[in-house]
């Protein structure tokens, strides 16, 4: 993705976009220094929520995957009052993304992840 390109933020965070995933994550703005968020997703269901996050960073690709039940939230790690957050950013590929994603995850990430692959040569290879 090239400089001044924003980030796809779905389904909860459509509205708040990158405000509301830190705030989520209970991270502060300095996690995204240097990254360039590709596309963000969370949706909270049913007491529970599932979040995905792929960002650009020195034309390295990551990810980041939380999810909780309704006794605690992507800030925290489990419900028994660890404050670990669950941003633990993972380097990745769209390779390995398209092999282990599929449409029928979540079909707006599917594509998001499969139009940045094609469109952007060198990044996460």
């Known amino acids: 993705m090239s400089d001044g390109q924003q980030g796809v933020y779905l389904h909860?965070?459509?509205?708040?976009?990158?405000?509301g995933?830190?705030?989520d994550f209970g991270i502060d703005k300095s996690a995204l220094e240097g990254a360039t968020v590709i596309v963000a997703s969370y949706t909270y269901e049913c007491y529970s929520g599932q979040a995905f996050v792929l960002f650009e960073r020195n034309g390295k690709l990551f990810e980041v995957n939380g999810g909780h039940c309704s006794c605690y939230g992507l800030s925290e790690s489990d419900y028994s009052g660890d404050t670990?957050?669950?941003?633990?950013?993972?380097?990745?590929s769209f390779d390995a993304l398209l092999q282990r994603i599929p449409s029928s995850?979540?079909?707006g990430v599917h594509a998001?992840?499969?139009a940045a692959a094609?469109?952007?040569?060198g990044i996460g290879a």
Not at 118 to 121: N, P
């Open 12 to 19: 909860d965070w459509e509205d708040d976009g990158e405000a």
């Open 21 to 23: 995933m830190l705030r």
């Open 84 to 92: 670990t957050t669950q941003w633990q950013p993972e380097e990745t």
């Open 105 to 107: 995850y979540d079909p």
């Open 112 to 114: 998001f992840i499969y």
């Open 118 to 121: 094609r469109a952007t040569s």
